[in-house]
């Protein structure tokens, strides 16, 4: 059965930084892209960035660039969202999902259930 | 990249048929065929329940249907269960290797 279980998220001051993890299992790993998306409280859900199966192409929604940085350990099935510089709306449950294919996702097929990240003082 | 536009809700009566529309440009929907669906209940995470524009994954009720046209994508709800009360997104790869979702609609069952 595939699955997908995040953590990482809590409580940060505006312009610090967290670590967000996802470990996946039961498929093969690097046979997948995997992808970040946000949904702030009450809001819609926001695409925030996607790394390759192995790990060699990543992309990043304009408003993270320079800011996030995705990446993945494929001996370890994780990939995570280093967070740097945070700000008020960056706050939002981070949703990682599993991408249909190896490089370019044709879709997000599998879902975690998601972990809050709140930047706040 | 601008999200893709999407009518904040809509709503039928049970057992009736629904369309969502999903608004976009030649640089997303237009151009690309990795045009998806998902449906969100209140407090659960997002389910896949289409995939290249009209494509459903194993276990998804084939009342659920999905087409393009041009820059315009569409969901159809057909025979309207309570059970399909939520929130759908749609979402498209971009000519900026980027993804964009819609803002969401919001399925109410009269």
């Known amino acids: 059965e595939v699955e997908v279980v995040e953590s990482g998220g809590g409580l940060v001051h505006p312009g610090g930084s967290l670590r967000l993890s996802c470990v996946a299992s039961?498929?093969?790993?690097?046979?997948?892209?995997m992808t970040w998306v946000r949904q702030a409280p009450g809001k819609g859900l926001e695409w925030v960035s996607a790394?390759?199966?192995?790990?060699?192409?990543?992309y990043y929604t304009d408003s993270v660039k320079g800011r996030f940085t995705i990446s993945r350990d494929n001996s370890r099935n994780v990939v995570y969202l280093q967070m740097n510089s945070l700000g008020a709306e960056d706050s939002a449950v981070y949703y990682c999902?599993?991408?249909?294919?190896?490089?370019?996702?044709?879709?997000?097929?599998?879902w975690g259930q998601g972990t809050l990240v709140t930047a706040s003082s | 990249q601008s999200a893709l536009t999407q009518p904040a809700s809509v709503s039928g009566s049970p057992g009736q048929s629904i369309t969502i529309s999903c608004i976009g440009t030649?640089?997303?929907?237009?151009?690309?065929?990795?045009l998806s669906w998902y449906q969100q209940h209140p407090g659960n995470a997002p389910r896949l329940i289409i995939y290249d524009v009209s494509q459903r994954p194993s276990g998804i009720s084939s009342r659920f249907s999905a087409s393009k046209s041009g820059n315009t994508a569409s969901l159809t709800i057909s025979g309207l269960q309570t059970e399909d009360e939520a929130d759908y997104y749609c979402?498209?790869?971009?000519?900026?290797?980027?993804?964009?979702f819609g803002g969401g609609t919001r399925v109410t069952v009269l």
């Open positions: 790394i390759s199966g192995s790990g060699g192409s990543t």
């Open positions: 979402v498209s790869y971009t000519r900026s290797t980027t993804w964009v």
């Open positions: 999902a599993r991408g249909s294919t190896t490089v370019v996702p044709r879709a997000f097929d599998y």
């Open positions: 039961g498929f093969t790993f690097v046979n997948y892209a």
């Open positions: 030649n640089n997303d929907v237009g151009n690309y065929n990795y």
